[in-house]
C-alpha cells in the first residue's frame, strides 16, 4: 500500500525497518537492494508453565481464526469433507467469530458436514482449544507472520498450514514440526490431516518437535 512504499522509499533515513519474517525482508531487498537497516524480529511466544499431562483426542482437529475471506476457513471445511471420508469419526472445531459466520453453516450443511464441522465461536481459553487436538488448521490467503501457528506448536499441537505468505515456512518444518501444503490444496491438507490423525506417533513427534522449536521465538529471543 501507498504507506508502506513510503516507509520503504525512505528507508535511508531510518535507523531500522523491521519486519516479522525472512521472507518479508528478502521481498523488500527484491525490490530496494540489500539494506544493514532491515531487521527481522519475529514475533515472541511463551510457552505454558503448566506441567499438567496432555490427553488428545486422536479424532479432533481445531482451528482459531476470524471468520472472514482472508482466512479462507471454508477451505478447511471442503477438505475436511475428504478427511472424514478416511476417517469417519474426524471432527473439526472452528473457533472464531465473523461476516462469514452464515456462509459457512450453509456450507456445512450442503456437504453433510453437520456431524463432523461445528462452529464453536469465540474461546476465551485458546490454550486448552489446542492442548485437546491432535492438529490445527491454517488456510489464510495472507498472512503478516501468523502468530497461530507459534501458538499452537507453544502447546504441542501439530500445525497443517497453506504455505502461504508469511510466517508458516519460517516457523514450520516440513514432515518434522507439522506439514506445508501449496496454497489452495484442499486435497492436501486433507490428506496431510488424515496423515496425522491416523498415526499418533507422528503426532506426538511432531509435537515434540514443535515444543523445542518453538524456543526460538521466545521472549528472551524476542527482547534480545
Request: charged share 25%; glycine share 8%.
Amino acid at each position: 500500500d501507498v504507506y508502506k512504499r513510503q516507509i520503504l522509499d525512505r528507508a535511508k533515513e531510518a535507523s531500522a525497518i523491521v519486519f516479522l519474517t525472512a521472507a518479508q525482508r528478502a521481498d523488500a531487498e527484491s525490490v530496494y537492494g540489500r539494506r544493514d537497516n532491515f531487521v527481522v524480529i519475529p514475533h515472541p511466544v511463551s510457552r505454558p508453565a503448566s506441567a499438567e499431562p496432555v490427553v488428545r483426542d486422536a479424532n479432533l482437529v481445531v482451528m482459531l481464526a476470524r471468520l472472514d475471506q482472508q482466512k479462507q476457513v471454508d477451505a478447511a471445511v471442503r477438505a475436511f469433507r475428504d478427511v472424514v471420508r478416511k476417517r469417519p469419526g474426524a471432527r473439526l472445531e472452528i473457533y472464531g467469530r465473523g461476516p462469514e459466520e452464515k456462509n459457512l453453516r450453509r456450507l456445512i450443511s450442503e456437504l453433510g458436514l453437520e456431524k463432523s464441522v461445528r462452529l464453536m465461536g469465540y474461546t476465551t481459553d485458546p490454550a486448552a482449544v489446542y492442548r485437546k487436538a491432535s492438529a490445527c488448521l491454517l488456510t489464510s490467503s495472507y498472512e503478516g507472520f501468523g502468530l497461530v501457528v507459534l501458538e499452537a506448536m507453544a502447546h504441542g499441537c501439530p500445525v497443517v498450514s497453506f504455505d502461504l505468505n508469511y510466517g508458516p515456512s519460517d516457523m514450520i518444518t516440513d514432515g518434522e514440526t507439522g506439514f506445508l501444503v501449496p496454497v489452495g490444496s484442499t486435497g492436501g491438507l486433507a490428506a496431510r490431516t488424515v496423515e496425522l490423525l491416523s498415526n499418533p506417533d507422528l503426532r506426538d513427534r511432531m509435537s515434540t518437535a514443535g515444543l523445542a522449536a518453538v524456543e526460538r521465538f521466545s521472549p528472551e529471543t524476542f527482547l534480545a
